[in-house]
């Protein structure tokens, strides 16, 4: 995947239209699933909870993929993979900062993370 978005940043498309195309063709296939198995068992979306949702998934995931290919076009696939797979330490690392997890060396849990 990585290889191929490069090729295509290469080519001259903006990593924002690759945003979009990937965000749309996911809207498309989940919400297909959606109206098929989950339209008679969940209650309806208030305005409040769809702005929620809607202000979550573009500070999330929107800006997360155009950082990551806005990177991926100045750098190579490989590198471009190597620092997406270092974001779960740097979080933890973080988290550590802000304390919010406490280190102890001597337990099972802090040593796998």
Do not use: W
Request: glycine content about 4%; hydrophobic content about 55%.
């Amino acid at each position: 995947m990585n290889i191929i978005t490069k090729v295509s940043l290469n080519q001259g498309m903006s990593h924002y239209v690759l945003v979009v195309y990937r965000h749309a063709f996911a809207t498309i296939v989940i919400a297909a699933f959606a109206f098929i198995f989950e339209r008679k068992g969940q209650p309806k979306i208030t305005f409040p909870i769809f702005m929620q949702i809607f202000i979550l998934a573009l500070l999330g995931p929107v800006i997360d993929q155009n950082f990551y290919y806005a990177g991926l076009k100045l750098t190579s696939p490989t590198f471009s993979c190597a620092m997406s797979k270092m974001l779960p330490a740097m979080t933890f690392v973080m988290a550590v900062f802000c304390r919010m997890e406490k280190i102890n060396i001597k337990t099972v849990r802090c040593i796998a993370k």
